[in-house]
T-cell receptor, first 114, second 113 residues
Framework: AQSVTQLGSHVSVSEGALVLLRCNYS??????LFWYVQYPNQGLQLLLK??????LVKGINGFEAEFKKSETSFHLTKPSAHMSDAAEYFC????????????FGKGNQVVVIP | GAGVSQSPSNKVTEKGKDVELRCDPI?????LYWYRQSLGQGLEFLIY????????KSGLPSDRFSAERTGGSVSTLTIQRTQQEDSAVYLC???????????FGPGTRLLVL
């Protein structure tokens, strides 16, 4: 079984400052890890994903995440926040085996302060 | 190309009524998932279809919930005798195959009065 922990439901960041969203996972099999973003009244949009290979993954809109197996983490970062980054962010995990159902964290609501 | 579409976008119903939610996956995608997003429970897996295989129904919360996928394409999620706790956003996702990226639709927002 897989699970994800995201701490801090609401995250405030100043425009131009570093965005850091933490994600820790639990998985009994090699994990596939994802970050999705959700804008108000919209579905989930994939930001980036890790399956195998390079542990530093770059995604859309300047976001990146690093898979650290020893820390069971997949934290999301962006060097400089933009007003358009205000949204809810979900970390998700699935296993290499099985039906690929996603287990989601509780999400981080990001507020960007001008 | 066209993404995953869902209808209706919003649905208001009375407690005890049945509702049907529709999902049109991306053409050619063999895997289809339903998730539910609610304030109390976050995002939860409901059911999974892959090709002609038997669906994985392990996430359905009660026997009032059922889903089918016709012709390996369109899927319908049915909730019978709706309860207020069924109020949530129901999201559909599809992927090319079982270990490919899941693409989500905009969701159906269900409100049970």
């Amino acid at each position: 079984a897989q699970s994800v922990t995201q701490l801090g439901s609401h995250v405030s960041v100043s425009e131009g400052a570093l965005v850091l969203l933490r994600c820790n996972y639990s998985s009994s099999v090699p994990p596939y890890l994802f970050w999705y973003v959700q804008y108000p009244n919209q579905g989930l949009q994939l930001l980036l994903k890790y399956t195998t290979g390079a542990t530093l993954v770059k995604g859309i809109n300047g976001f990146e995440a690093e898979f650290k197996k020893s820390e069971t983490s997949f934290h999301l970062t962006k060097p400089s926040a933009h007003m358009s980054d205000a949204a809810e962010y979900f970390c998700a995990v699935t296993g290499y085996y099985g039906n690929n159902r996603l287990a989601f964290g509780k999400g981080n609501q990001v507020v960007v302060i001008p | 190309g066209a993404g995953v579409s869902q209808s209706p976008s919003n649905k208001v119903t009375e407690k005890g009524k049945d509702v049907e939610l529709r999902c049109d996956p991306i053409s050619g995608h063999t895997a289809l998932y339903w998730y539910r997003q609610s304030l109390g429970q976050g995002l939860e897996f409901l059911i999974y279809f892959q090709g002609n295989s038997a669906p994985d129904k392990s996430g359905l919360p009660s026997d009032r919930f059922s889903a089918e996928r016709t012709g390996g394409s369109v899927s319908t999620l049915t909730i019978q005798r709706t309860q207020q706790e069924d109020s949530a956003v129901y999201l559909c996702a599809s992927s090319l195959s079982v270990r490919e990226t899941q693409y989500f639709g905009p969701g159906t927002r269900l409100l049970v009065l």
